[in-house]
Each structure stands twice: as structure tokens, then as C-alpha cells.
């Protein structure tokens, strides 16, 4: 009898990826259905207790992410519990049972081209979505004519902010191009490696347009900056692009004017300006100082900063959020919590590079490319986040992060543990 429940739940534990994946999808529609996701994900975890004897394959990450998890219950006794406040806590516990489904996913083959192609349909998804769900923001800039946006029909009610869609993307978009950077097509021995090549391709091409036409200046900086990064991985002078890149931005700021890029890059739909932007800033800044250790948790930003922290500049209530990810964490979770999220975003991104090197020094491109769009993926997390705040509690698509990590530890978990070095099968065969 016991043996048969530890069968049944092993069984059921070999499903939880899907489920998951499922589940989380549909929290992106419903966010009811974020309670569910946490519920069925934590059920999991005891199938998998029961069946295989552990709760979860081991990652480099699991301190931090318990820190995260502790600190996040912490400052949920300083919250006002708002639909709203659970919201954004079930979204980040969400986000954490979506990389442990994902890292726990170790006893299929072919994953590596399984996870390239949930990027790529990630990717796909998000585009097809931007052109029924996004609320356009034609003004920003006068050299694409308002006109073009009037052919994109709005079949969502709960529309979508295109920062939101270009923050998303651009995560995903350097490591699809580092596929076709790294892999040599030459070198394919099937019709599923071409394949997925040439999806890489058609992906990248709608992802960019999509990217142009949100008019999102923190995507367009951070895109372009993980794709040099990319371009500096991919081969032994590449990193001249870095200095070569600075030269043009000096070159084109020297012309145009150093305050004329920087409004223009700072300024937003909220905050018409860069003094907009450093009031909010310095706001966010004294925020966590009254609140280092238990922050004011999560969905409490507008209310807190327009009856304690009032601006001089802006009308209550134009501030949603800081407009910089790791001040918006301080604030939400305080110190403790920004420290334990930013040694998760190090230690996968070191895990992210030690995968660049792993498949360099076996000859595996496909590995090499991975972990080369993943480390540059993560840049262009940071680099956006000292701008915006799209992949945190507040928005919907904050558990792409999570997957991304997910991946990173899954990969590293097969690829970099001593154990399964000399067990290393040939990838998407």
C-alpha cells in the first residue's frame, strides 16, 4: 500500500511542470486564480516529499529565496491587507513555486530545446498580446505617426501599460539572439534544431517591432546593452563594441545635447520630467530609510507616499510606484528583503556565466548560447530596473523572471553539478 502512494504521488509530481505552467498562465488573465497557483504548488511539493523522498532538488539560490519568502511574511504585519497588498504577495510566492516546478523538472530528455521553445512561445505570446491588450502611448515621440496605432484594435478590457510588454521582452530577446549568435547551423544534425533556429528568428523579428513601437526608452537602453553583451561573449574582440558604442552615444549627446537626451529619456506619461524623477527618487529614498528593516510592504507605495511623504512637484496620486525595481523592493520589503533578492539575481547570474564557460569548454553551442542570452538577460533586468518597475509585485508578467531563473538553476543543476558531468547527453537530438 505505501509503496503504491509513493508511485501514484511520484507520478503526480512528474506532472506539477505543466500544471504550474497552466496555472500560472491563467493568473495572468485572472488573478484569482494566484491563490490556486500557490496552493496546488505548495501541494506539490508534499507529493514530491512522498514519492521521491525530497521536497526539492537543491539550487544555489534557495538561501536567498528563503530570506525573500521570510522578509516578504515579515512585512506583511506593517501592511493594510488590500486586495491589492495579496495580490502582489501571491505574485512573488507565484513566481517562487513557478522556478521550483521548473527546476524540479530534471527527469526529461530534450529539455533544453523544451525550454528554448517556451521562451520562444513566451516571446510570441507577448507580441500577439500587444496588439489586442496595450494601451499605446503614441506622444512620447513625434517620428512615428499617431495613425499607425489606430489599426491596433483593443479586445481587452484590463489593458496593458507598453513598458510593461517592453520590460518583458526584453528579457527575452538577447538570449534569443545569442541562439543564432552562438549555434552554427552547419553543424545541426536534425530537422528540430533548424526549426527552432528559424522560430528563434521570426520570434526576434516580431519581438523588436513590438519593442520599437512601445516607445519604452529604458527597454530600448537595456536591450541594446544586453545585445552588445551578447555580441562581446560571442567572440574574442567582441568586447570592443562596448567602447565603440560609447563613443557614438558621446558623439550623438555632444550634437544633440547631454539635458535634451536626458529629459527625453527620464521624462514618462507621470513624470514629464527629470526634477519629476529625482523627486520621486528622493521621495522612495526616505521612504526606506524610515523603514529599513520591515519596509512598508507590498501595494502600499501610493498611499504611504502621498499622505506621509507628500511631493512638491506632482499631484497625489500620479505615483504608483518608486520607478526603480531595487528602491521599489528596499520600500516594499525593506533592506533585508532587497539584500536577499539581489543575492539571488548574483548568484544566478554567476551561475549563468559558469554555463557559458561549461559549454564552451564541452563544445555544446546550444549550452554556450544559453547561458550567454541568460547572463545577458539578467543585465538588461538590471538595467531597466534602475528605470522602471515592470517585472515586480505590480504588474502581471513579473513571474517571467522567476521562469528565467528557473532555467538558469535547472541548467545549472544538470549541466554543473559534479555529479552529472560525466552523464551529460547530447542536447536536442
Same mark, same amino acid.
Given at each position: 500500500?505505501?509503496?503504491?502512494?509513493?508511485?501514484?504521488?511520484?507520478?503526480?509530481?512528474?506532472?506539477?511542470?505543466?500544471?504550474?505552467?497552466? #496555472?500560472?498562465?491563467?493568473?495572468?488573465?485572472?488573478?484569482?486564480?494566484?491563490?490556486?497557483?500557490?496552493?496546488?504548488?505548495?501541494?506539490?511539493?508534499?507529493?514530491?516529499?512522498?514519492? %521521491?523522498?525530497?521536497?526539492?532538488? @537543491?539550487?544555489?539560490?534557495?538561501?536567498?529565496?528563503?530570506?525573500?519568502?521570510?522578509?516578504?511574511?515579515?512585512?506583511?504585519?506593517?501592511?493594510?491587507?488590500?486586495?491589492?497588498?495579496?495580490?502582489?504577495?501571491?505574485?512573488?510566492?507565484?513566481?517562487?513555486?513557478?522556478?521550483?516546478?521548473?527546476?524540479?523538472?530534471?527527469?526529461?530528455?530534450?529539455?533544453?530545446?523544451?525550454?528554448?521553445?517556451?521562451?520562444?512561445?513566451?516571446?510570441?505570446?507577448?507580441?500577439?498580446?500587444?496588439?489586442?491588450?496595450?494601451?499605446?502611448?503614441?506622444?512620447?515621440?513625434?517620428?512615428?505617426? $499617431?495613425?499607425?496605432?489606430?489599426?491596433?484594435?483593443?479586445?481587452?478590457?484590463?489593458?496593458?501599460?507598453?513598458?510593461?510588454?517592453?520590460?518583458?521582452?526584453?528579457?527575452?530577446?538577447?538570449?534569443? +539572439?545569442?541562439?543564432?549568435?552562438?549555434?552554427?547551423?552547419?553543424?545541426?544534425?536534425?530537422?528540430?534544431?533548424?526549426?527552432?533556429?528559424? !522560430?528563434?528568428?521570426?520570434?526576434?523579428?516580431?519581438?523588436?517591432?513590438?519593442?520599437?513601437?512601445? !516607445? /519604452?526608452?529604458?527597454?530600448?537602453?537595456?536591450?541594446?546593452?544586453?545585445?552588445?553583451? %551578447?555580441?562581446?561573449?560571442?567572440?574574442?574582440?567582441?568586447?570592443?563594441?562596448?567602447? !565603440?558604442?560609447?563613443?557614438?552615444?558621446?558623439?550623438?549627446?555632444?550634437?544633440?545635447?547631454?539635458?535634451?537626451?536626458?529629459?527625453?529619456?527620464?521624462?514618462? @506619461?507621470?513624470?514629464?520630467?527629470?526634477?519629476?524623477?529625482?523627486?520621486?527618487? /528622493?521621495? /522612495?529614498?526616505?521612504?526606506?530609510?524610515?523603514?529599513?528593516?520591515?519596509?512598508?510592504?507590498?501595494?502600499?507605495?501610493?498611499?504611504?507616499?502621498?499622505?506621509?511623504?507628500?511631493?512638491?512637484?506632482?499631484?497625489?496620486?500620479?505615483?504608483?510606484?518608486? *520607478?526603480?525595481? +531595487?528602491?521599489?523592493?528596499?520600500?516594499?520589503?525593506?533592506?533585508?528583503?532587497?539584500?536577499?533578492?539581489?543575492?539571488? !539575481?548574483?548568484?544566478?547570474?554567476?551561475?549563468?556565466? $559558469?554555463?557559458? $564557460? @561549461?559549454?564552451?569548454?564541452?563544445?555544446?553551442?546550444?549550452?554556450?548560447?544559453?547561458?550567454?542570452?541568460?547572463?545577458?538577460?539578467?543585465?538588461?533586468?538590471?538595467? *531597466?530596473?534602475?528605470?522602471?518597475?515592470?517585472?515586480?509585485?505590480?504588474?502581471?508578467?513579473?513571474?517571467?523572471?522567476?521562469? #528565467?531563473?528557473?532555467?538558469?538553476?535547472?541548467?545549472?543543476?544538470?549541466?554543473? $553539478?559534479?555529479?552529472?558531468?560525466?552523464?551529460?547527453?547530447?542536447?536536442?537530438?
Amino acid at each position: 500500500m505505501l509503496n503504491m502512494m509513493r508511485s501514484i504521488a511520484g507520478w503526480l509530481a512528474g506532472i506539477e511542470i505543466w500544471l504550474i505552467l497552466l #496555472l500560472v498562465g491563467f493568473s495572468l488573465i485572472w488573478s484569482a486564480m494566484l491563490g490556486v497557483t500557490v496552493v496546488v504548488g505548495i501541494v506539490f511539493w508534499f507529493l514530491r516529499w512522498i514519492g %521521491v523522498g525530497r521536497f526539492t532538488v @537543491r539550487t544555489p539560490a534557495d538561501w536567498g529565496i528563503l530570506c525573500l519568502v521570510g522578509f516578504s511574511f515579515f512585512s506583511l504585519l506593517v501592511t493594510q491587507f488590500t486586495n491589492d497588498s495579496i495580490t502582489q504577495y501571491l505574485r512573488l510566492y507565484s513566481g517562487v513555486i513557478l522556478y521550483y516546478a521548473i527546476v524540479n523538472w530534471t527527469d526529461q530528455r530534450n529539455r533544453v530545446s523544451t525550454l528554448i521553445l517556451g521562451i520562444i512561445l513566451i516571446g510570441l505570446g507577448l507580441a500577439a498580446f500587444s496588439m489586442v491588450g496595450v494601451e499605446w502611448a503614441a506622444e512620447k515621440f513625434p517620428f512615428l505617426p $499617431r495613425e499607425l496605432y489606430s489599426h491596433f484594435l483593443r479586445l481587452v478590457s484590463d489593458t496593458a501599460n507598453p513598458n510593461v510588454i517592453a520590460g518583458s521582452l526584453v528579457l527575452l530577446l538577447p538570449i534569443l +539572439f545569442a541562439i543564432l549568435l552562438f549555434t552554427r547551423r552547419k553543424e545541426f544534425n536534425s530537422k528540430r534544431e533548424h526549426y527552432i533556429w528559424w !522560430l528563434a528568428v521570426i520570434t526576434i523579428i516580431c519581438m523588436s517591432l513590438v519593442l520599437g513601437l512601445t !516607445l /519604452s526608452r529604458g527597454s530600448w537602453i537595456a536591450g541594446m546593452l544586453s545585445i552588445l553583451l %551578447v555580441i562581446g561573449l560571442r567572440w574574442k574582440w567582441g568586447w570592443l563594441v562596448f567602447p !565603440l558604442a560609447g563613443v557614438a552615444i558621446w558623439a550623438a549627446s555632444s550634437l544633440i545635447g547631454w539635458d535634451v537626451i536626458v529629459e527625453a529619456l527620464l521624462s514618462s @506619461r507621470t513624470l514629464v520630467s527629470l526634477n519629476d524623477r529625482v523627486d520621486l527618487w /528622493s521621495r /522612495s529614498i526616505l521612504i526606506s530609510r524610515t523603514f529599513p528593516y520591515t519596509g512598508i510592504g507590498m501595494g502600499s507605495f501610493k498611499p504611504v507616499a502621498d499622505i506621509f511623504f507628500p511631493s512638491s512637484l506632482a499631484q497625489p496620486g500620479t505615483g504608483n510606484h518608486a *520607478h526603480n525595481l +531595487f528602491l521599489q523592493i528596499a520600500i516594499d520589503l525593506g533592506l533585508p528583503g532587497l539584500i536577499a533578492w539581489l543575492s539571488i !539575481l548574483i548568484t544566478l547570474s554567476v551561475t549563468s556565466w $559558469r554555463l557559458f $564557460r @561549461r559549454g564552451k569548454r564541452i563544445g555544446d553551442s546550444w549550452i554556450t548560447a544559453l547561458g550567454a542570452g541568460l547572463l545577458s538577460s539578467q543585465l538588461a533586468l538590471i538595467a *531597466h530596473g534602475m528605470l522602471d518597475v515592470v517585472i515586480w509585485g505590480m504588474v502581471r508578467p513579473a513571474p517571467i523572471v522567476w521562469a #528565467l531563473w528557473g532555467c538558469i538553476a535547472l541548467l545549472g543543476y544538470v549541466y554543473l $553539478r559534479p555529479l552529472f558531468l560525466s552523464k551529460i547527453y547530447p542536447v536536442l537530438r
